[in-house]
C-alpha cells in the first residue's frame, strides 16, 4: 500500500497550490481518503475528507478556500488551495481508511502518505 503525496512548494499569501495524492495498493473505489496538516509544535489537524461515495467534509479554518475531488481512473484525490494564508503553513499528508464518522482524527486512518511541505510567506 502507497500513498503518494506532492504539490507542495512555495507561495505568497493569497495564491494557490494544488496537491496530489497518488494511491497505490488499495482498491480505491472502496476506501475513503483525508488531507491533514501539521505545523511545526502543533497536533495534526484534519484539513479534508472525501468517503469512497463521494461524501465531502471540511475543517471550518479551510472551508470556501479548500477544495477535494477525486480521480477513480488515476487513483488520485487532490487538495485545491486558494487564497492561501500564512496560518496553512504545514506538512500535508494524506491518509487513507475504508469509512469513519470521526474523519478528523488522525487514529482512525489506517494508511498514510509521506507528507509535502506547504510553505505560505507573506
Known amino acids: 500500500v502507497q500513498l503518494q503525496a506532492s504539490g507542495g512548494g512555495s507561495v505568497q499569501a493569497g495564491e494557490s497550490l494544488r496537491l496530489s495524492c497518488v494511491v497505490s495498493?488499495?482498491?480505491?473505489?472502496?476506501?475513503?481518503i483525508a488531507w491533514f496538516r501539521q505545523a511545526p509544535g502543533k497536533e495534526r489537524e484534519g484539513v479534508s475528507y472525501i468517503s469512497a461515495d463521494g461524501l465531502l467534509y471540511y475543517s471550518s479554518s479551510v472551508k470556501g478556500r479548500f477544495s477535494t475531488t477525486s480521480d477513480g481512473a488515476e487513483n488520485t484525490v487532490y487538495l485545491q488551495m486558494n487564497s492561501l494564508k500564512l496560518e496553512d503553513t504545514a506538512v500535508y499528508y494524506c491518509a487513507a481508511v475504508q469509512w469513519s464518522n470521526k474523519w478528523d482524527r488522525a487514529s482512525e486512518y489506517d494508511y498514510w502518505g509521506q507528507g509535502t511541505l506547504v510553505t505560505v510567506s507573506s
Open positions: 495498493g488499495l482498491p480505491f473505489d472502496d476506501y475513503a
